[in-house]
């Protein structure tokens, strides 16, 4: 089956990381995305790692992914409060070329 | 930087009626998406799109539901005897390439049409 579950709410200070955790269910993913919505827009891409890497860091960015456990994170290094948004990961399967499957997004609040 | 535009980005319709969403892609894509999200849901996939055709559709995608290309631009969504539960935001999604043999393909998204069924 296809799941993908998200934490529902994370709040940070400004100036301090924020990790966002993310778990799937099927292990014939190969693309895993990290998408950003801020309030009244779409989904902005912000980074995205193939499934046979275990990390990828863009900027503030790093995405970890533990194939094992089936488990992605996003790091926001110095977490700013424009970074206030909620965060969906995502997936594209093999057995679907199109298909992205989101997990229910995770809301990102950061305090000054 | 290119972006997939979406119009109008509020649509208020009578319930039974007929709704078209329109989306214009990034212009050298070929592969094109529908998604939605009930609110307080999460973003589910209708549709894709390529060459013409449909690809792939997801069980939401009904008789009710068709995608069409008009011309060399615009992607639409009609939905023709619209119901309550048909109220979600609707996302629309390009992207360069389809399929995972040619690497990967990420899929860029509109900002949405808020559909609100009276």
């Known amino acids: 089956g296809e799941d993908v579950e998200q934490s529902l709410f994370l709040s940070v200070r400004e100036g301090d990381s924020s990790v966002i955790n993310c778990t799937y269910t099927?292990?014939?993913?190969?693309?895993l995305y990290w998408y950003k919505q801020e309030p009244g827009a779409g989904l902005q891409l912000l980074t995205y790692?193939?499934?046979?890497?275990d990390m990828k860091q863009d900027q503030r960015l790093t995405v970890l992914l533990n194939k094992k456990d089936k488990h992605l994170s996003l790091r926001i290094a110095d977490t700013q409060t424009g970074d206030s948004a909620i965060y969906f990961c995502?997936?594209?399967?093999?057995?679907?070329?199109?298909?992205?499957?989101f997990g229910s997004g995770t809301r990102l609040l950061v305090r000054p | 930087e290119p972006e997939v535009t979406q119009t109008p980005s509020h649509q208020v319709t009578q319930m039974g009626q007929e709704v078209i969403l329109r989306c214009v892609p990034i212009?050298?894509?070929?592969?094109f998406y529908w998604y939605r999200q009930i609110l307080g849901q999460k973003v589910e996939f209708l549709v894709s799109?390529?060459?013409?055709?449909?690809?792939?559709k997801s069980e939401i995608f009904d008789d009710q539901f068709s995608v069409e290309r008009p011309d060399g631009s615009n992607f639409t969504l009609k939905i023709r005897s619209t119901k309550l539960e048909d109220s979600a935001m609707y996302f629309c999604?390009?992207?360069?390439?389809?399929?995972?043999?040619?690497?990967?393909?990420?899929?860029?998204f509109g900002d949405g049409t808020r559909l609100s069924i009276l």
């Open positions: 995502a997936e594209i399967q093999m057995d679907s070329s199109y298909k992205l499957i």
């Open positions: 790692i193939f499934s046979n890497m």
């Open positions: 212009s050298n894509h070929l592969y």
């Open positions: 999604a390009s992207s360069e390439r389809g399929l995972l043999s040619q690497g990967n393909q990420p899929q860029h």
């Open positions: 799109f390529y060459n013409n055709e449909i690809s792939e």
């Open positions: 099927d292990s014939s993913s190969t693309y």
